[in-house]
C-alpha cells in the first residue's frame, strides 16, 4: 500500500511509493570530470571572467590573479541585473518590477578535477566561510529582501560548467519554497508556541530511523515527507534562524558535516548530480522564534515528470528511512 | 534588463530572461512513433491492461474487446491503491494517510501511431467526453477529494507507453497547486469582488498580445507570468469552477480549440513532448463564484534546474507575448 505524508512546515502532501527503490535502481549521471582545456574558473585565466567581488587568498596577493582558494565573480550571464533601481508598476491587473538582483559565481577552489568531496577541512571551511561573507555583504543592499546560495553539481542538475563552484543569486523578494516555510512556521509557532523545525528534530532523535550522522552543532535527516528520493536536509541542532549569524565554530561544523553527506551520497549513489541550497530568514528578519535556517541536498535521481511539475503533489520511489539507512551505514 | 512578474493568482513570482528565445533556441525530443509490436494499449491485447471501467464503444459491443474510440483501464501499475479505507494518522508530529485513490489511463483511441492532432473532431469529443464521465464517476466515491485528469505526451514529459493516453489520479486530498490556486482566488475574490481569473481574461483581450486563439467558448492564451516557455492555457470565456458541469457544445469547443492549441505546438515546436493538466474545482465545491476551471499545456523545452525547484522560483527564457506570436501566426 502507498503512504501519503504530508510536510509539517508548508503542508504538502506527498505519496511514498509501495516498492521502496534502492541505490541502484536508478540510472544517473557519471559526473567524472572530463576536460579542463578552456575552463574559465581555472587558476591563470580570471581574465576570462568578471572581476571578481571577494576572495579567499593570501594577503597581499592581487585580485583578479592565481593563488586563491576561493573566488567568487559576478555570473556572465546573470538572470537579474544588478544595476538600476527597483521600479515596481501595475500593468493593468498584473505586476511587475524591474529585474533588478545579483547573480554571482563562487569559485569553490582552484583545481579543476577536485570537487568538494576532495577537499580539505580548511578549503571545506573557506567555502562556507565565504557563502556567509557574500550573505552578509549583499544583505546590506537596500534593494535585496533574499540571498539564495545554491550548488548545481553534475549537468542533470543544472550545472554547466564542470569546474566546481556554487552560485549566489540576491533576490528583491523572497522567494516561494521559502516564504511557503515562513508561513508554515509562524502557523505552528501561534498554535503551539515552539519551532516546528526544533519539533522536528525532536521527533528525528525519538525515530532514529531517518538520521544519517550528526556532529556537534549539526544533524542530518532524511525527511519524514521528503519531495525526492534520497532528500537529506543539514540542520543546527539548536535553535537559529539565521545562517548570517553562524559564527566561526558552527562554520566548520556544517563545513564537516556537509563534506561527509556529500561522501555519503557519492558513495552510495555512484557520484551523482545533485542540488543543495541554503533556507535561512529573509534579510532583516533577525533571529526569529518561528524559523529555523537549513541546507537541502537533492541528489538528482529521476526525472521531472508533468504531473508533479502540474499538482505539486511528488511521487518519491524510495522510504526516507531506507534512504537514511543506505547513507548512514556507508562510511564516509 | 530582465522582468519579475508575479502570477495574479497564486502570488508566484517569475524571473523573465532578457533574451526572449524563439522556437528553434530550444534542444527538443522527436516523438514520431517507433514501434507497434508489444504495445498493450492496442486493440486485440486489450487482456494485457486491467479490466476496463468504462469505454466509448459501439452499442453492444463487448468490454474489453476491439471496437472502442475510447478506453479507461486502471493504471496497471498504481501510484495510488483503490482498494481499502482512508486511514489518517499521526506520526510524532507527523501526518500520514494510506495511500488511497484511483490511478486510470484513458487511451484516446485504437491506433497506435495516431495523435490528438490527427484526431477527427469526433475522436477528439470522446476523449473529452471520456474525461467528464470518468470525472463524474470519480466523484462519487466519498475517499476521495479531487480527481486530476492530465496528459504526459513524449518520454521528456513521463509517458512510458507510446500509445496516445491520457491519466486521471483521483486524490483523498486537494493537491498543492489547486489550492495554492482555490486560496489566491478567494483572497482576490474577498477583496475585489470579482473573479480574477474573469479578470484575466478581460485583460487578455484589452491587451491582445498574448492570446492565441479562442472559438465561441474558450480563450487560449500564454499567461503573463508563466513557469514555463511557451506555457498556454485555455479558459472557458463565460464564469465556471466546475468542468463536470461542461455541456456538450462546450465539451466539443473544448475539443476543437484543445486540438488546434497542440496542432499550434507541433507545428512551431517540432512535436516536443508535453503535459497538459485540467483544473478545477475539488469534489463538492460546485460551481464557485472565485474560482475558474482551466487546462494548462506546457511544452517540455528546457531542463529542469535544480534553482528552480529549490526556490519555486522560475526562470523562462521566452517572453509571453513572443510565444504567443508564433502560436498565433501558425496556421493550425
Known sequence: MPELRRDPVVGRWMILDDHSKGPLDFSKDDNTP???????FCPGREHQTPQEVDAVRPVNSLANTPGWLVRTVPNKFPVLSSDGSLQKEGYGIYDQMTGIGAHEVLIEGPEHDKNLTEFTSEEMQAVISQYQNRFRHLSKDRRFKYVMIFKNYGSSAGATVEHTHSQIIALPMVPKTVLEELKGAEHYHQYRGRCVFCDM?????????????????????????PRYAFETWIIPKGHSADFSNADESTQAHLAQILQDVLKRV??????PSYNYYLHTAPIGYGNMACYHWH??????????VGFEWGTGLHIVPTFPQDAARYLREASS
Open 266 to 271: 557519492k558513495k552510495v549513489l555512484g557520484n
Open 201 to 225: 528534530i525532536s521527533q528525528e532523535y525519538q525515530d532514529k530511523e531517518r538520521i544519517v550522522v550528526e556532529n556537534t552543532s549539526f544533524l542530518a535527516f532524511c525527511p519524514y515527507a
Open 34 to 40: 572530463t576536460h579542463q582545456a578552456i575552463c574559465p
Open 295 to 304: 541546507i537541502e541536498i537533492i541528489p538528482k535521481l529521476t526525472r521531472s
